[in-house]
């Protein structure tokens, strides 16, 4: 296939994310650094310690500046905030038909009418993967992975931090405030908490995902909106006792054509897609036809996530429409060697022997020969003597010796049955 | 933006997922109605019943004549089967410069390299959802939204069948064979299961992710494949033991550059992320870098599911690169109202009281007197006998109704504390 266009692109902020996405873009063999050259960046203060070397990038003041460069051909926004400079960097951008890609779900939340019609007035794109969920690219999957299907309902677990904290007051029985002040000190959380605890984080993102599965602007202000700050001890505890969860559900449904958009804790069945979500990890279901319900789950935040999702908006964008068949172009094809068999593992293993003295003893003589330490061993109730099912569970140890020393148990007269084994996941 | 072209279709193979797509393309309003115009069909049987009427498409008794017609931009082949017929109309219509989508797993599995090769070759696109995990885009997800990643290690279960008999075999206590039998008769099962329950059907769609995760071609010959069918009660009841469960697991990834590609039953803890997978689901579980582990989950069969993904190839290959903003170009947002506040659900509910006499009695007279049932009902351990929490739950009820009886109770001499009130999943 044609080689991408390599595109010119601005990065305007460059806190955790931004630094995330320049360090990807300096993996000099990856996709990201084939599509695109970074041709300008923008952010508070030059000066201040970052990860990342920015010395050889040219350097603007202002982030409209920024946006104005003469053959810019995209602006990343990575500064946040639904208004201010922010909003004027991106509408700088699209008024030149400069595309944009943005992880600011206030900004769209809150303006995205206006700016999906000046991007569209002047043929500019407006890329927002990351603005949802992080890492999943839940954006991508209901423009196009879902683009023939009606969304009935869209649910979401969209706030890591409020994740986060109902996680840890489940394990530690602690109160709000308490595992807070934790999540404050360790980075979880933000000093001014009220935007994540309160909801309103959550919110943004749900209006986002509401517009994509139901038509129209993101509509935050029609969001209703509770946190998770009332929540107490007693309420995790009783939660468990009924066999539920309390998470922090964000759901979007039309109802006889009006649509309903509520972010609130719910008492969630321990089976429910949602309720297993552990720490700061995000999750979305949704519910279409003819495809039935799809759930997505990964990491929330962060810098690996959020640069993950700017950076394949930008590959996006430069590749346009066509992409090799599978990975890469056939002429760059690798052909890889097949890995050895086995390697090393816990693993189950079953076995029938007759019920008779000895047979035990011989079974694990021969393992303890091979060098296979034996991690549980149960005989199975006896329904017929002449084939006593015996249920072993081995330490960590290689596939190729563990087969070895079963074939030779295999051959033992008492063993009257070729033994099962099946991997245990690690 | 620009409208989609919309662009001429054969569809070769008219089964469940054909008629599933037929049925989709025919919502007049629906975007794939919008993408393409279905300008022939093929089948094995012209006569043969169907739920979609095809009375009116040009029939072609010859696939590759379809795959021949003048003007066709699309070949979409559903016929399935790693050669004849779907191989040669395939082939066709990439020399003629023709795209394809198809969901043929064992076609892409055993003929990948020379097949991407033809499409590069005359420039037409292949396009392949369908053929892994059904309904769920994880070839879009690992192709698009998280190219800009190095993925560490794939695994999925990816076959419905499979995990559909071993869910029952679970639930039931039956044996294997009992459970085959069943799912024959539902429907769940081919008449010759082996491809299924053999593990052939998952390797080959292990073998496509790999292709697009570490690079090359699929290489079906190179997975180890063991299937379910030397599973007995023994063991599930032995996994259930250890807090485990039985899947088959396909799994990739590299191994000091040499590829490993494994098909076989795992015990997973009950916490993994594919443990928890009920029925014909599929998931797909994907460690990459920057973005860290990704599950997506939903159903890997069906005409739905299947037809969803085929839709999806073909309305991307109708926009090419540009799409609006959100649902829809700015000029067609819809603006809905917004939904009443609450409607019908299942509340959790908890206050504070005095521990005193009546004061149950008072909440539960009020509760009843605007017509909320209770369905649970607890005082907690006392600590402090001015502030008891009592913690119930609701029968369905609506929100608002209860919002007022709660109001009401909050007004009570004896309860301390507003009520916290968190909805139940339905």
Redo the contacts between chains.
């Keep these: 296939?044609t080689a991408p266009k390599r595109l010119r692109v601005g990065v305007a902020g460059l806190g955790v994310v931004g630094g995330?996405l320049l360090?990807?873009a300096a993996r000099k063999d990856?996709?990201?650094a084939q599509a695109i050259e970074i041709v300008g960046v923008s952010a508070r203060s030059r000066s201040r310690a970052r990860s990342v070397d920015i010395s050889g990038l040219p350097w603007f003041d202002s982030p409209s500046d920024l946006a104005a460069l003469e053959g810019l051909d995209v602006l990343v926004e990575l500064m946040g905030g639904s208004d201010g400079p922010a909003k004027h960097a991106v509408e700088t951008a699209l008024r030149r038909g400069v595309a944009v890609v943005t992880a600011n779900k206030a900004l769209l939340a809150e303006h995205?009418?206006e700016?999906?019609?000046l991007?569209?007035q002047n043929?500019a794109?407006?890329r927002y993967?990351a603005a949802v969920a992080g890492?999943?690219?839940v954006i991508?999957?209901l423009?196009?992975?879902?683009?023939?299907?009606?969304v009935t309902a869209v649910a979401g677990v969209l706030n890591g931090t409020c994740n986060y904290i109902l996680t840890r007051m489940e394990a530690s029985g602690a109160s709000f405030g308490d595992v807070l002040a934790d999540a404050q000190r360790l980075g979880y959380a933000e000093a001014d908490p009220t935007f994540d605890v309160g909801g309103f984080d959550a919110g943004h993102k749900l209006s986002i995902l509401a517009?994509?599965?139901?038509?129209?602007?993101?509509?935050f202000r029609?969001v209703?909106i509770e946190g998770i700050s009332?929540?107490?001890p007693?309420?995790i505890a009783?939660?468990r006792?009924?066999g539920?969860r309390?998470k922090l559900?964000g759901r979007a449904r039309?109802?006889?054509?009006?649509?309903?958009?509520v972010v609130?804790?719910?008492?969630?069945?321990r089976?429910?897609?949602l309720a297993?979500l552990?720490g700061a990890l995000n999750a979305v279901m949704i519910d279409?036809?003819?495809?039935?319900?799809?759930?997505?789950?990964?990491?929330g935040a962060?810098?690996?996530?959020t640069?993950?999702?700017v950076?394949?908006d930008?590959?996006?964008?430069a590749?346009?429409?066509?992409?090799?068949?599978?990975?890469?172009?056939?002429s760059?094809?690798?052909?890889?060697?097949?890995?050895?068999?086995g390697?090393q593992g816990r693993f189950?293993v079953?076995l029938r022997v007759k019920d008779r003295p000895g047979v035990i003893a011989a079974v694990s003589d021969v393992l303890a020969h091979h060098g296979v330490s034996i991690e549980?061993f149960?005989q199975?109730a006896v329904e017929d003597a002449s084939r006593v099912?015996i249920?072993l569970?081995t330490q960590a140890v290689a596939e190729k010796e563990l087969r070895t020393a079963l074939a030779e148990i295999a051959g033992l007269e008492a063993v009257v049955e070729l033994p099962?084994l099946?991997?245990?996941?690690a």
Tied chains: 1, 2.
Aim: glycine share 12%; net charge negative.
């Design positions: 296939m995330g360090d990807l990856g996709q990201l995205g009418a700016l999906a019609t991007a569209e043929r794109a407006l993967e890492g999943v690219p991508k999957v423009r196009e992975g879902l683009s023939a299907n009606q517009a994509l599965c139901f038509g129209g602007a993101p509509s029609a209703r009332a929540l107490e007693v309420d009783a939660a006792d009924l539920r309390i559900v039309l109802v006889d054509d009006r649509l309903e958009q609130r804790p719910e008492l969630l069945a089976d429910h897609p297993g552990e279409a036809a003819p495809v039935g319900r799809l759930t997505l789950v990964g990491p962060g810098a690996g996530p640069a993950s999702a950076a394949a930008l590959i996006d964008l590749h346009g429409g066509v992409r090799p068949v599978f990975a890469s172009a056939h760059r094809f690798v052909s890889r060697p097949v890995a050895d068999e390697g189950y079953r549980t149960s199975k099912p249920v569970t099962c099946i991997k245990i996941d």
